[in-house]
Each structure stands twice: as C-alpha cells, then as structure tokens.
C-alpha cells in the first residue's frame, strides 16, 4: 500500500517534469546557429588564444627576455 | 475494510498505469518537438566561415611543478595571474602563473582533492573530495590555516566539484551522491539541493549572466541537466552522449552548453532549441574526454583527454584545429584564465602547464 501510494507520488513528479519540459519554446536550429555565429564574431577581436596577440610583448605569459620592465 | 484498501489499491494501479501512458505520450511529444525544428546542421552553415589558421602560436609557456600526485582540478582567480590547484595527495597549491612561484600549499586531512575553486574575493579557497565536504581555507601566511578552515557542507558521498557562484556568499557543489547543492558559507547552511540526477554528479557550470540564476549539471547518467537555482527544480534535460559526462560548460553567450565524455567525444547543447548541435569527435580519438572549457568568444573548445593529449577544437565547423602534446599522464582539468590569454592545464604526471 505505502509503496504502491509512493510510486504513484513518484510518477506523478515524472509526468509533471516531463510536461514542463514539453512546454517550453524553442527555437529552430537555423536561428540558434545564426546567433551563435553572430556572438562569436562580435567577440572575437577579445580572444587572443584565437587571433593571437598583436605582438608578442602583448602576451602577460611571453617567456622572459633578458630585460624586463617591472 | 480490507476491501475498501483493495479498491484504493486499484484505483492507484490504474492511476500508475494512466500516468505511465502519458509520459510515454510526453517523450514522443518531446522528440518531435526537437526534431521538428531540426532544420541544419550548425557545421553546414559554418562552412561558409573561414577557417582558423593562429593556432600555432599556442605552445607551453609556463610549467608548474610541485604537486607530488595527481594533480585532480584548478581554477583560475579574477586577478587572471594566480591558479588554485588540488591534488590526490590532499594538497592545495596558489601559484603565481606568471612568475612560477609557489604562493600558498596547505595539507588538507583527506586524500583525492577532486575539486578546488577560487573566491571571487581573492582571499579564499575552496575545495573537497573523498572526505565528502566542501572545505574553505583562507589564503594567508599564518601557519594556522588549517585551523582556520570552515567546513562549508557535507554530502554522502565524494565531492566530484565546486565553484563559487556570483560571490564568497555561497557554494555550488555536485557530488558521487547523484546530488548537487548550493551552501552558505558563512552559516554551512545547505540552501538548495537539487535532486533528478540518477548517477554521481561530475561536474557543474553557472550561466554567465548578470542574475545567475541558471546552472548547468553533468552526470555520469550520461545527462546534463539545466537547474533553475530559486526552484531547486530542472527546466531542462540533454541526452546524446554514450557515456559518463565527465565535464560541462557554458558557452560564453550563455546559450550553449559544452561537454566532455567518457565516450571520447565532446558535445554541444543548444538552450534555445532544446536540442544537442554538435559532436566533436574523430575517429582516431578513442579515450575519454575529463574536461572542456572556451575561448572566450566561444569560437575554441579546448578539451583535455586520457590520452595526455589536450585537442582544440571550432566548435563552428566541427573539426579539431590542432593537437596539443606536453603532459605525460591524462589531462585532468583545462580552465582558460578570466581575460583569454592563456589556459591552464593540470594532469595526474603531477605536473599544470600555462598554454599562451
């Protein structure tokens, strides 16, 4: 009877998650791609392990050279 | 009496059976749903974008030694210079990444220290693992740091994670008790758990935005999972990978997730259309993935393996872009620092390598 009682509790928890789950929007794969693009290109002048430093001096991890200013 | 108990009894056998038929009806639904709106691939539309070519520059610039076992997790602090790392012997390390230098060890009591994490402060550390808790210790030249430590929480079983979200208020932690939780440091109170995985919690990630209210979890039920913090409850569920999900994070527009599996590929799942994007994977690839991060423009999925080899993939085009070798043992943990110049990697050769 309790355990009968508690897995009915428990389906109960399952259909009502997988509802929420099913009610959400979405967005077609072609309009989420676009943005993801969009994103990367806006911030791709920031990402120095992509483009690169403009000169190595720039990079806070260059391996030090004979003189340095501190 | 004993026939009133056997009709409830009834009724409740039907009532199972009913809500079992819908959630069946509910999957499908689901399915169809994602499939419905399946209309490209994201590396079809990436082919019209040129291809990357920079990437040879990235080489080891600093080597970190000092660790005597594995080296399980690291983290970089917002100062973008200094890295927290743990390692099996139960030691914690602060290091300056740009000097080399050793700033802070402390011997915690336990073995396996399979996760640490930097306050967004500066001032303290996290970490936790076999002993089950999650541990904070102040960084500080006192010799009685050990005596200082606050034990944050407690789960039932290893610590697999942590990481402070938004502040050195609270701690977020995933743990082998199919369990994550959010904690209060200062009280040790546990604020949330959040309960739906059915197998050991291996990794956690926050959304990057301003409320903080989202974060991402992956299990080794082969599931990520997207939690909304306020509720405890999850919105949504990520099925693909065949294997356990051993690491996760979140694109740096918040709209993706990126993961690394046991089942030696990476992945990435779109919020937005509720559906997996990619498989980073190549044939030649055939051990497990621990640990993924991006470049901050997301362009980059830098994913450490068991192999020892670290591979950098675009995440647009689905192809790996370059194949980075160093460490003599697998590859543990690959955090890229706050600004994007540089990733740190940690390994059980005992050993973390800044790559820039």
């Known amino acids: 009877m309790d355990m009968m009682t508690s897995n009915l509790q428990q389906q109960r928890q399952i259909n009502e998650q997988l509802r929420r789950e099913a009610a959400i929007k979405r967005i077609a794969i072609s309009q989420v791609v676009q943005d993801i693009i969009r994103y990367i290109q806006d911030h791709e002048n920031e990402d120095y392990l992509l483009k690169g430093f403009s000169s190595q001096k720039a990079n806070p991890f260059r391996e030090k050279g004979g003189c340095e200013i501190i | ?356």
């Open chain 2, 1 to 356: 009496m004993l026939e009133i108990k056997m009709s409830i009894s009834e009724n409740e056998t039907e009532s199972i059976e009913l809500l079992t038929k819908e959630a069946e009806a509910l999957k499908q639904k689901l399915e169809e749903e994602r499939q419905k709106l399946n209309d490209v691939t994201l590396a079809t539309v990436a082919e019209r974008l040129e291809f990357i070519n920079f990437l040879n520059n990235i080489k080891t610039r600093r080597h970190l030694k000092g660790h005597q076992s594995k080296v399980l997790c690291c983290d970089w602090c917002t100062d973008k210079r200094r890295i927290v790392s743990s390692s099996q012997d139960g030691k914690i390390i602060v290091w300056d990444a740009f000097s080399n230098n050793k700033e802070f060890a402390v011997s915690t009591p336990s073995t396996w220290v399979m996760a640490c994490a930097y306050a967004p402060s500066t001032t303290h550390v996290a970490c936790g693992g076999m002993d089950n808790k999650v541990t904070v210790y102040p960084i500080s030249h006192e010799d009685d740091n050990v005596k200082k430590k606050t034990v944050v929480g407690t789960h039932t079983s290893f610590v697999s994670c942590c990481m402070f979200p938004n502040s050195d208020q609270q701690i977020l932690t995933g743990s082998g008790d199919s369990t994550a939780a959010l904690w209060d440091v200062e009280t040790g109170q546990l604020l949330q758990s959040f309960h739906g995985h059915s197998s050991d919690v291996m990794a956690v990630d926050l959304a990057p935005s301003e409320i903080g209210n989202t974060f991402v979890s992956g299990s080794a039920d082969k599931t990520v999972l997207v939690w909304d913090m306020r509720t405890g409850q999850y919105v949504q569920s990520f099925e693909g990978h065949l294997s356990d999900i051993n690491s996760v994070r979140f694109h740096p527009s918040g709209d993706a997730i990126g993961t690394g599996s046991d089942d030696a590929t990476c992945r990435l799942f779109d919020l937005r259309a509720d559906k997996e994007v990619a498989v980073y994977s190549k044939e030649s690839i055939i051990f497990g993935s621990n640990t993924v991060d991006f470049s901050v423009s997301g362009r980059l999925l830098f994913a450490g393996y068991n192999d020892y080899t670290i591979n950098v993939w675009d995440t647009l085009k689905c192809v790996r872009v370059s194949l980075l070798f160093g460490h003599e043992n697998r590859v543990s943990s690959v955090r890229v620092s706050p600004d994007g110049t540089a990733f740190a990697s940690a390994s059980w050769d005992t050993t973390l390598r800044i790559w820039a």
